[in-house]
């Protein structure tokens, strides 16, 4: 909403300062979006008084000036041709910067002869284009400044314009008397009155109106006039001016008016001309189908339920949104067709979505605008009109009736204290209210017709503290809600994925956070990608589909890293993956990706394309550290996005699955343009059981004083035969006796054969209640052996 | 004696070697040695000398096996240094090669945030990044045809064939958290809520996806200055300065009433921000007093009970605090980005310790 000072002082009487208004107005909550001020850069030019003037002696067309400045008489060489003696001029002096040219002016000399500064024409002080020669005056005394006299004598010329952001609560504020009335409120100034005085008309206006009876939910009231014998044409200059200054074209005066008062007093109204009206004017609900060529020269096809203004000829006018092009005024209007009606905002927002039509009518309409303001409007329209372009009104014509907005809401003082913690007295709350418009009944606050927005207890108190200014609150410290050291505040799935976050970083990941909406290609290679978790209204085709999983997001992310030249990188995402489009079908996700190799070349020999068991330390990491059992099952068949052969799942049996690790499919690393080896993990954090124990007690260590004995063995078994299987068995030959059993060599083919394989363990056996004899390591020995060939079909290895 | 004494001392000074050295033991202290023959010969004194030679011979042996000791320490020392003499690295040859890793600005600033909210009482809660509109607007204050939906940006779900529910939204805030925290745990409550939140706007400051924390308190008697204290507090402590000041300035939510705009007191100088200082007012949050009607739609009596809420741009925080200019590059996961602007891992924000380093 933009206006300027003048046109906000035609509505309230103050003396406060642009900058005190704008201040005021942010405070108010009228956010200021921009101010901008023409006194600004004139603010330094004063008025001069041409003494002598006699020709340049070198030149024909410079005249050389003796000029009375208000640091005395100062020479000046001009070459405009109303350059004379006696004339009141615009002296810019050495030293100031002239907006129009650009330049700051010094002391010069101009064939010979010194000219201290120039007298200014209105093209160098930017007021207009004019550039035949310089300004002169009528009246002014010589040192006024220039601003003060423009302010006087042609006030739109620093007129300073004010810009604000209006919050949708305010429609009152999208009229220009909206916004005097709060300012006056919070005591800067007086709101003037406002007198409507109707004009009777003459005759019946051979237009009439109808509401259809469905739709005087939809438009309550219709008020109108015809005004016949009108000369449309340009409207004066005041008016241009006020519309130019706000950035609106002047167009004619009949629409020039309209939007006059549309901003003035936020009441949109609409000019029919009567001659292209045929019959009368009926306002109803479009059967579906209709078309109009609307005032944008756009053509609307119009929905069934939507409102619309038609006469003979059908549609004429989208309801309260736009006029219809066939009906508009134009310079030739000689009979007008004025209304002014009270549209529901309801059904304005929805009509005005439908078609796409940003006109500041239906902004207006679709916010609420005063239903008790219609007629007044109506005829505060008919003078402007028949002063600008004269003409004979006739009677109004009237449907419908202003619609109920009546109620009231109990002030109690109290309650500013207690909701907002400032204490405001009950006589300022009472008076801050009648000035907004309230009428105050005893305790009962009834809202003013313009107010739409005031529907309860609360939204008394926010005018009150509005208008009392919330910069004066001051701060209350909260109370704790209980005494004494505050108790931890996450939840143990908040802590993992805190836990998950920090190990990867340890691990020497980096963290990503991407989108959650990715292309439905990328979706589909990961299992996701269907119509479920599909956007209807995506910005883009490749954030089209809610992400099925985190990492096709990291991969995307290392394919743009490798092209900026980084091929080998650890990245990592802690976030939420969507296997539906209902609320909750979204489930936490920890996935890492590694890429490329281990390290940049280096002296050490040290780097190596990255592999499954990287993938693996790095999954087993994380999982310990965010309390998973270190006892887990491997098993393989996971989604088809991994290496068939070159996965494992990390499972507490077949259908809890705690996370996968591996190397990803070459095919989804083509596809997704993934250069050199990638080895990922991903895990479920929901999915890892919760402690059963309560506490911080580790409970006892359990260490033996006796000496523990380390055996290695070596088996032949099969080449499909899993190291864990075979440990499996080792371990389970004696619990009591076992500690731990470690692969420590796997060799495959050579002499063994083919489809064979060696793999090599270290059993390590901790006695508890006596030192081993070579008798009791050999029993558990040929135990292990057994239990191994048993369970693997492997020999002991010769 | 001495004799025997002064040969075998000069003997073991002057031996080059370990074996040169085992020679000399042998000969001077072995079974068959000097000192052992000379021993034997002990039976055949009589006692008064016997009394004298004993010792004197034990004394003897005693000595040449210490001489021969340190002998031996002292050619095994002569022979490490030798052997280090040798040895030399090249040390400015580079380390082994080890990866840093670091945690995402918006982790690191929710933690932050995190840590000083559980410090006045706020528990963490969370909620669907999909939603119902119903959570998302009406329970919200925004009914279907009220202008700030439109204004909202909303991403909606696809709606399949025959489905004709209202289709659900991608959240536009994370206030629909307020309603479900409410209905989940009743009043008196007080939570925030971080996490990722939605709005159709793609441009230099606005990225279609953003992070957003929540607060909510509700109670008895909490009032909007309470609000202006907990903001403060905030504040202050989150960009670790002694004073700031904030402006309320009057606004509009369709979920709070009243409701504040917070701008924060701070300067710009070349290009840097400082907070608490200077003639400039940076807006950082929207907040205000719950609407009666969302408390309602909460399951709770707004009689009752009132509260304040309040929404702050994490990832907007997180550019202010640590200078970061770019929005669009939070999500755009370049490692030049994410090493320079990120955080190690034992970074951990504490308020004993001290959020950042």
Known sequence: MKFTLSWLKDHLETDASVEEITETLTDLGLEVEGVSNPADRLKEFTLGYVKHAEKHPDADKLRVCKVDTDEGEMQIICGAPNAREGITVVVCKPGMYVPGLDITIGVGKIRGVESFGMMASERELELSDEHDGI??????????????????????????????????????????????????????????????????????????VEIAEDTLDGCPLFTGRLIRGVKNGQSPKWLQDRLTAIGLRPISALVDITNYFTFDLNRPLHVFDAAKVAGNLRVHRAAGGETLVALDEKEYTLS?????????????????????????????????????????????????????????????????????????????????????????????????AVPDHSRAYKLNPERVQSLVGMEIPEAEQRQTLTRLGFRLEGNMAHVPSWRPDVLGEADLVEEVARIASLTKLQGKPLPRL???????????????????????????????????????????????????????????????????????????????????????????????????????????????LLVGRTGPKDVHGASRAVDTFDAKADIEAVLAAIGAPAKVQILRGAEPWWHPGRHGKICLGPKKVLGVFGELHPKVLSEMGIKGAAVAFTIWPDEVPMPRKSGASRGALVQSD???????????????????????????????????????????????????????????LQPTDKTLTEKDIEAVSDKIVAKVTKATGGTLRG | ????????????????????LETIRVAAV????????????????????????????????????????????????????????????????????????????????????????????????????????????????????????????????????????????????????????MEKMGAPLRIICPGGVYRADYDQTHTPMFHQVEGLALDKNISMANLKWVLEEFVKSFFEVDEVELRFRASHFPFTEPSAEVDIRCSWKDGTLKIGEGDDWLEI???????????????????????????????????LKYGIPDLRAFFDSDLRWLRHYGFQCLDVPTLHGGLSR
Not at chain 1, 351 to 366: M, Q, V
Not at chain 1, 743 to 758: P, Q, T
């Open chain 1, 135 to 208: 300004i002169e005056l009528p009246s002014g005394e010589v040192g006024d400044r220039f601003v003060d006299w423009l302010a006087a004598n042609d006030p739109s010329k620093v007129d300073p314009m004010i810009e604000i952001a209006i919050t949708p609560n305010r429609p009152d504020a999208l009229g220009v008397r909206g916004i005097a009335r709060d300012l006056a409120a919070r005591g800067l100034g007086t709101l003037k009155p406002l007198t409507v005085d109707p004009v009777e008309g003459g005759y019946e206006s051979p237009i009439k």
């Open chain 1, 304 to 400: 069934a339920g939507q409102m619309v203004i038609s006469d003979d000829n059908g549609a004429e006018s989208i309801a309260g949104i736009m006029g219809g092009a066939e009906t508009g005024c134009t310079d030739e209007t000689v009979d007008v067709f004025l209304e002014s009606a009270f549209w529901d905002h309801v059904q304005i927002a929805t009509t005005g979505r439908a078609l796409k039509i940003n006109s500041d009518a239906r902004y207006r309409f679709e916010r609420g605008v005063d239903p008790e303001f219609t007629r007044d409007g109506l005829d505060l329209a008919t003078r402007m009109i028949l002063d600008l372009c004269g003409g004979e009104p006739s009677n109004v014509v009237v449907a419908g």
């Open chain 1, 482 to 592: 209980t005494d004494g050291i505050p108790a931890p505040v996450m939840t143990p799935q908040q802590r993992r994925q805190q836990i998950a976050r920090r190990t990867c970083a340890s691990l020497g990941y980096n963290e990503i956070v991407s989108y959650t909406f990715i292309d439905q290609a990328s979706a589909a290679l990961f299992g996701g990608g269907d119509d479920a978790t599909m956007l209807a209204n995506p910005i883009s085709s490749e954030m089209s589909h809610m992400r099925p999983a985190l990492l096709p997001g990291l991969l995307q992310a290392a394919a743009r890293n490798q092209a900026r030249g980084f091929a080998d990188m650890a990245l990592f995402e802690v976030g939420p993956a969507f296997h539906g489009g209902e609320p909750g079908e979204q489930h936490n996700l920890i996935s890492g």
């Open chain 1, 706 to 764: 006796l000496q523990a004995v380390e055996r290695d063995f070596a088996f032949v078994v099969d080449d499909t035969v899993e190291a864990l299987t075979l440990v499996n068995a080792a371990a389970g030959a004696d619990k009591a006796l076992i500690e731990d059993v470690r692969v420590f060599d796997e060799f495959i083919g050579g002499s063994l054969g083919e489809g064979k394989k060696s793999l090599a363990i270290t059993a390590r």
């Open chain 2, 1 to 20: 004696m001495d004799d025997l004494k002064a040969k075998y001392l000069g003997q073991i000074a002057d031996a080059a070697d370990e074996s040169a």
């Open chain 2, 30 to 181: 072995g079974k068959k040695g000097e000192v052992a023959l000379k021993m034997r010969e002990l039976g055949k004194m009589t006692p008064e000398e016997r009394q004298v030679a004993g010792p004197a011979l034990n004394a003897l042996k005693d000595e040449i096996n210490s001489a021969l000791a340190a002998k031996k320490a002292a050619l095994a020392d002569a022979a490490l240094d030798a052997r280090l003499r040798t040895e030399w690295l090249d040390v400015t040859l580079p380390s082994r090669p080890t990866r840093t890793g670091t945690l995402h600005p918006i982790s690191q600033a929710s933690e932050e945030l995190t840590a000083i909210f559980a410090e006045m009482g706020f528990s963490v809660a969370e909620g669907p990044r999909i939603d119902t509109d119903w959570y998302n607007f009406d329970a919200l204050n925004i009914p279907g045809h009220h202008p700030a939906r439109a204004e909202m940006d909303t991403f909606y779900m696809h709606r399949a064939e025959g489905d004709n529910r209202p289709p659900h939204v991608l959240r536009t805030h994370t206030s629909p958290v307020q309603i479900r925290s």
């Open chain 2, 285 to 319: 949050l929207g907040s205000g007093m719950v609407h009666p009607k969302v408390i309602a739609a909460g399951g709770i009596d707004p009689e009752v009970y009132q509260g304040f809420a309040f929404g702050i741009g994490i990832d907007r925080l997180a550019m």
